[in-house]
């Protein structure tokens, strides 16, 4: 990857592929008096803007699926490339995550 990396003159700082993965699994089952209470993932839209692709995969819930939030970056990518990344990667997340 460094030599393709070199071969193509990129950037300090930037990769052949502008994706970033962010993988989060924690235990917030919680119960205070006996009542239950659910996490929720809030993207606070801070995501760099160097990047076309940001996956974040959660799993918070031993008994919820996991959840898989795409930002992405039009200016990277066509509307229709995107959505048909999203489609494959979603799929092969699933396969991998169940």
């Known amino acids: 990857m460094s030599e393709i990396n070199r071969q193509t003159a990129l950037q300090h700082g930037r990769g052949l592929f502008d994706v ?58 066509e509307e229709d490339g995107i959505e048909r990344l999203k489609g494959r990667l979603e799929f092969l997340l699933g396969g991998i995550l169940r």
Request: glycine letters at 8%.
């Open 20 to 77: 970033t993965l962010s993988y989060a699994k924690h235990d917030y089952d919680v119960y205070f008096d006996g009542a239950s209470t659910r996490s929720t993932f809030l993207a606070n839209g801070s995501y760099p803007q160097g990047h076309g692709l940001f996956i974040t995969i959660k799993e918070f819930h031993q008994q919820n699926d996991v959840d898989i939030y795409f930002d992405d970056n039009l200016g990277f990518f």
